[in-house]
């Protein structure tokens, strides 16, 4: 039988089946009738009240979040060897794209369900579908406020009914909203979507999606949204146009933030690069990453040890520090870097997705993402103006300057890696 199609789109990740035999029926999801959540190939999920125990929970969420900072790391190796990445700005939320596969695992089966949970760095002898979604649940309800939000949603088109089953546990554990929509009428579907996008990203992202294949039976999205300020901000009256190093060969005018204060900081002899942590008024913070030589050595040895190391062992010192305004906006397909990190069968013929709906598979993932930077603060998903700091005229205090090629990463008290990425050219 010939296999549906899926497309998942992350920042928002959106998953969009077909097939070639509709479906009949309709379903919304926000009006489904509340049922038992059948996670685990028939056997039913404990309920938040009848959870076996909290210990079990918590150390679920532990294995999990353990496991989201190891597919972070992974992801973004994979990305930086992509021949089509090379010299190129990346930026991507590793929470996006787990979260939106996390669903999506949800409806799968047999040894599709296996490369996924493989994939994403969940170890199966340990742990269950239904520790996955409590334990995304726990994240999603966490990171409610008006700092930062995160969620799914479902777009179904009129003709298609996936299983109950699977629509319930998206909304009870992934807090996914549910639309229908008529996917043969693409100009307005896609309005649907861009709109519910941009609702959800406060109109930074308001263009997800463009053209719709009127076959398309259900679009999954995966959304993460930040804004913070910084604990300490910059002085726009500090900033000033300095030069930045992009290569080696070829400098570009970018206006520089400047600062001088007490930091957090950590040089890693092993791989010469410094760390300087930027807190947030909030429970989160920014990590920046500066190595004295090139990228490479970096890319290729940063991994959750060494992200643990510099947090441990951070010291407070005073410094001169000055980091470009920047704006980095991306799209990316993830198709054969998910095929090398092991998830294959759910792209193909061999796809077992019969938990959302028979002969269907995915056809492509997507991920869009940006960030904005600057004097105030940060906003993730937004895209502004690029700017730089004032270099410092005072010798007796140690400087960190932000003139050439770094990496970047957004994270919370508990170390959980919302979004992720290197700055090559701060002007793109």
Known sequence: MMQGAVVVWILSALVCLGTG??????????????????TDYGQKAPSVHEDNSADHAANSLSMVTSANKGFAFNLYR?????????GKNIFFSPSSVSLA?????????????????????FNSSLLNQAD????????????????????????VDNKFKPQPEFLDALRQFYLADGKNVD??????SAAAINKYVGEKTHGKIDQLVEDLDPDTLMYLISY??????????????????EMFNVDGQTEIPVQMMYMEASFDVYYDKQISTHILRLPFNNSYFMLLMLP?????QLEEHICPMHYAKWLNGMRRKKYMILVPKFSIKTKM????????????DVFGAAADLSGIAEAVSVSEVVHQAALDVDETGATATAVTSVGVVMKSMMDDVPELRFDRPFMVLIADSSNNILFMGKIINPNL
């Open 132 to 155: 996955v979604n409590q334990a995304f649940h726990g994240l999603l309800t966490k990171t409610s406020s008006e700092d930062i939000s995160a969620g799914t949603a479902v777009f």
């Open 224 to 241: 993460v949204y930040y804004k913070g300020k910084w604990k300490t901000q910059f002085n726009p009256a500090a900033t000033e146009e």
């Open 21 to 38: 035999h509709p479906h009949k029926g309709r379903e919304d999801l926000g009006t489904l009738k509340q049922k038992s959540v059948l």
């Open 78 to 86: 994979k990305l930086a060897a992509q021949t089509d990445n090379q």
């Open 101 to 121: 596969l996390a669903a999506l695992s949800v409806g799968a089966r047999g040894q599709t369900h296996q490369q996924l949970f493989s994939g994403l760095g």
């Open 333 to 344: 397909n993830l198709n054969n870097v998910l095929r090398q990190m092991g998830i294959t």
């Open 292 to 296: 004295d030589g090139g990228l490479t």
């Open 183 to 188: 996917f043969n009428n693409s100009t307005e």
